[in-house]
């Protein structure tokens, strides 16, 4: 990845011609989806513009949010004045949200929280910092997730993902102006290092979210994930792994680094099912979630509850994860 004064030159520029490009010419866009969808008596084509234009439309916008309260800041010198802060962050809040909003009024899909939530949801709505385990089974289900902590909660989530996605300009540039933790993962110690001091800063409201699982649910995933544990002589964690069909096993040493450097902080673990699994662009068009009911449920872990060392950690995150397996299963609905 290359570094963030040679790649953002490049990314906010091609990014800001491609969302005026796409925005100018959405008319023709449009009609030639809706010839598609005529010809091959598949909706999906003008489905998927619609929702791809809502992207470009909340880019644009974000990208020239973030260069007015750049400004703002005194050309970036007051970056971290509380005031710019909660600007950045009413501007994510409003860019997720009108992506999750499109994508759940194009495609009909509802959103459905299961009961037996009550006790995460109270903790949620606290004041305190947060520490946010959640299953990973799709780009579009990381979205909903982000969106319901923020407008739905009113949390401020600091979300711990790859550098990769910071080749969208928007994300970049929001990411490294809150306590977000974008990893580098050729470098481990780097990773566990960023996500302490990410977790370390959670202040009122603010919740960090973790994917334990490390990338994106899929069949050969799992296969794959299981044969590196048998590789490197994690026989235990293997076993747990092949005894979860829906999951992927779960990699503690995230976890470990942020529970090490917030000890105050409870644990939510959230789990929701329903758009199917995708994790590449083929994936998600032939398995678009038109329709679906996306479910959703969260289980608080007091911080009393959990283990202080290495082993016990590892036990308690995959009991949980086996559980989480167990719902997904249990809710008898694709992925």
Known sequence: MPPRMLRRPVTITVWLIVSVVVLAISPLLLAIAELVAA???????PLVTRVV????????????????????AGCGLLMRRPRIQELHWRLLRWFVGGIARSALETLDI?????????????????????????RHAGPGDTVLVI??????FGRRPSVV?????????????IAHRLPHAVLDTDDRAECERRIARTAAVLGDRGALLIFPEGGNFTPERRRGALRSLMRRGERAAAEAGKRMEHVLPPRPLGTLSALAANPDADVIFAAHTGLGVAAYPREIWRNLPVGRTF???????????????????????????????????????EE
């Open 295 to 333: 479910r959703t449920r969260m289980w608080l872990a007091r911080r009393a509850e959990i283990p202080t060392d290495e082993d016990g950690v590892a036990a308690w995150l995959n009991g949980w994860w086996s559980h989480i397996d167990d719902w997904i299963d249990a809710c008898g609905q």
């Open 147 to 152: 969106d319901r902590l923020l407008s739905h």
């Open 53 to 72: 234009m809502a992207y470009f439309a909340r880019e644009l916008t974000t990208l020239a949010g973030c260069g007015m309260v750049w400004l703002l």
């Open 161 to 173: 993902f790859k550098e990769t996605l910071a080749l969208d300009p928007s994300v970049d540039l």
């Open 39 to 45: 010809l091959r008596r598949d909706r999906r084509a």
């Open 110 to 134: 509802k959103v459905l929280e299961s009961s037996g939530s009550e006790q995460a949801d109270a903790a949620l709505r606290s004041e305190g910092p947060l520490l946010v385990l959640a």
